[in-house]
């Protein structure tokens, strides 16, 4: 642990499990402080669970707040930056992890499926994105830069191979990854 990020704040979604809670915890342990974004659905984006995002930002600690409303909406992408904005003073790192599946073949997909998965794992990127990159711009002119005086922010986007070279069943998946 180096601290490199000390004084910097993240927003991780899809932050509760695998991959986006080692990124949060990544983050914190480098100094961040984490908005662990997570609204705690199944892989297929049912149901939903606020104790996700909850028990990942307790076991983080103090550096750590807990969101746990679905981040695929402008309207709450929006809270989610004001949250950061509030509690820890800015946004500086935003990566964009939270993704669902609903496979099938192309011809036996429901439109309502499809129309899920893109919402989840690329609008929602986009909204983030766009609430938060105002933000962080305005904080750049602000001399909110880093230790180097450069100015200083982070988009990360995760994506995946299905992107590249698509993946039997996940045309949606696939669709989204590549327009990350």
């Known amino acids: ?23 949060a915890e990544a983050l914190a342990a480098e100094g961040a402080s984490v908005i662990v ?9 049912d149901g939903g669970d606020p104790d996700v995002a909850r028990e990942t930002a307790k076991a983080i600690g103090k550096k750590a707040i807990a969101f746990s409303e679905s981040v695929a909406s402008p309207g709450v992408a929006k809270q989610l930056v004001d949250l950061a904005v509030k509690n820890f003073g800015g946004i500086d790192i935003v990566v964009n ?10 011809f036996r997909a429901d439109p309502g499926d499809w129309d899920a998965v893109i919402r989840t794992n690329l609008s929602a990127a986009f909204y983030l994105i766009n609430a938060a990159s105002g933000v962080m711009r305005d904080q750049g ?3 909110r830069g880093g230790k180097d005086g450069y100015d200083w922010g982070r988009i990360v986007n995760i994506v995946s191979s ?9 045309a949606a998946y696939a669709s989204a990854k590549a327009g990350l």
């Not at 939270?98 to 496979?103: G, K, M, Q, S, V």
């Open 97 to 106: 992890n939270a993704a669902i599946l609903r496979d099938a073949f192309v």
């Open 37 to 45: 974004a997570d609204n705690g659905a199944s892989i297929a984006g």
């Open 141 to 143: 002119k602000a001399g």
């Open 162 to 170: 299905a992107g590249l070279y698509g993946n039997l069943g996940q």
């Open 1 to 23: 642990m180096t601290g490199l990020l000390e004084g910097r704040t993240a927003i991780v979604t899809g932050a509760g499990r695998g991959i986006g809670r080692a990124i």
